[in-house]
């Protein structure tokens, strides 16, 4: 395992030279993105590579050509100009997973749900740039006021996990639910089921939790929107990543053998009537293609490499990799728990890579590592490069809005109501709140 302070970028370029010693999940990753923007529509190379893309995803068009010949230099500067001419107009967002050489532009670095609430705090941004994929650009667009305009800088970034459960799907399995419980409360006044869908999903989710008596929940707050679930009603529809269900779940004493899996395709997602009639948790067959990529190997291999490591992995990542790791949390989480740490520690961190490498930069007192040792960026947010966000906001400067997002307002009514619930939820909520 080894430590680097190189963003990405470079790192992939330099093992692609043979300048370092290291292994990339694909070669592709040397490729511009653009020249994956009009061939078979894919993710792009990185983690969910290997994940096959709904028919309906955006596509992004060809990127004008002068922004695909620029130097990485050129680029650069040409954000940076753009940036100054448009001042507080435009404020650009950074996610943690993205690439340094877009993220040393961003106003704010954050989580999906911290950057959509930096975009609400900028009264005067009349562009809200989302370097992030598109469910996060969508919850900006909830967020925002309603004359803002959220741009996604490359229309094809998109999230496989959120993918995995379209509302077609999601609403065939409530559905089939309803015909096995009814929707007669118990004695307790609780629903025999309740509708939770994980951030990362459309925000046609969103609203159909909304419609549904249902809540939105992050990776920071999921036990808390758990139990608020818990308590109206007798189980909860998990979606769409199973492994952050399961994991919340049974760190709140729930037996695994009571959260079944639901495949889409299958009647009954694949269980019997009285497996779904017992369960707790019925957990959406999704996941994230960069954080199953951790496993209990590594974390051995890290142990024995280096006694004392303090192992951290994102509650995305598999129960058992969960389970043998010292500590799980969100980007928020590790990136805190790192920050308060003695000078001298050492970590190896289960998240994305940009954002490891980056804690290893910012953080040279402490060692850092990432638990995989193959570089694989998240494929998806891999695919805002420099070259679009130069286009979005020179585009802005010319008083041209290109590849804005907007949620339609029969879908943003109750997905509002569905994040609304989960910003009153509080521990302990009872009830009546
Ligand atoms: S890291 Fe995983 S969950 Fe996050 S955007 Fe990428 S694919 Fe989606």
């Known amino acids: 395992m080894t430590t680097t302070t190189a963003s990405v970028d470079v790192t992939i370029a330099q093992i692609a030279r ?40 955006p596509r992004q068009g060809e990127l004008p050509e002068e922004y695909r010949t620029a130097s990485t230099l050129e680029l650069a500067a040409r954000i940076a100009a753009a940036k100054q001419i448009l001042g507080s107009r435009a404020v650009v967002l950074g996610h943690f997973y993205q690439r340094d050489e877009v993220v040393q532009f961003a106003d704010f670095v954050g989580d999906s749900f911290q950057l959509a609430n930096e975009a609400k705090a900028k009264p005067d941004a009349e ?18 006021r309603p004359d803002q305009a959220v741009i996604l800088p490359n229309l094809a970034a998109g999230c496989s996990m959120a993918d995995m ?36 999903s459309s925000a046609a989710l969103k609203g159909f939790c909304g419609e549904h008596g249902g809540i939105v929940c992050t990776s920071s707050n999921a036990a808390t929107v758990l139990e608020w679930a818990f ?16 994991n919340t779940a049974k760190a709140m004493g729930i037996p695994v053998e009571l959260m079944p899996l639901w495949r889409g395709n299958k009647v009954g997602g694949g269980n019997d009537a009285q497996t779904l009639t017992d369960a707790r948790v019925i957990l959406w067959n999704g996941f994230c293609s960069v954080h199953k990529r951790f496993t209990v190997a590594q974390i051995d291999k890290a142990r024995a490499e280096f006694p004392g490591v303090r192992v951290i992995v994102h509650p995305e990542s598999p129960m058992e990799t969960v389970d043998a790791a010292d500590e799980s949390g969100s980007t928020d989480y590790i990136q805190k728990a790192i920050a308060a740490a003695e000078p001298g520690s050492t970590f190896a961190i289960g998240t994305e890579i940009n954002m490891v490498q980056r804690l290893a930069a910012q953080y040279p007192e402490h060692t850092i590592f990432c638990l995989d040792p193959v570089v694989c960026p998240c494929s998806t947010m891999y695919r805002i490069h420099p070259g679009y966000l130069a286009w979005v906001l020179e585009s802005l400067v010319r008083g041209e809005i290109v590849n804005q997002i907007t949620v339609p307002e029969d879908v943003a009514v109750p997905a509002r109501v569905a994040l609304e619930r989960m910003l009153a939820a509080k521990p302990g909520t009872t009830m009546a709140a």
């Open 231 to 246: 308590q109206r009603g007798q189980r909860v529809l998990f979606f769409p990543d199973q492994h952050l269900g399961r």
């Open 127 to 144: 562009a809200i740039i989302f370097c992030g994929v598109h469910f996060m650009a969508e919850t900006a667009d909830l967020l925002s």
């Open 18 to 57: 043979g300048q370092v010693e290291g292994e990339v999940c694909t070669t592709d990753l040397v490729e511009a993105p653009w020249t994956f923007d009009l061939a078979m529509p894919s993710y792009g190379p990185g983690a969910s590579m290997a994940d096959p893309i709904p028919a309906a995803s």
């Open 165 to 200: 459960a379209d509302i077609d799907s999601v609403t065939e399995c409530w559905e089939q639910l309803e015909a096995l419980y009814g929707t007669e409360p118990d004695a307790d006044g609780r629903v025999p089921v309740i509708p939770v869908t994980y951030m990362n």
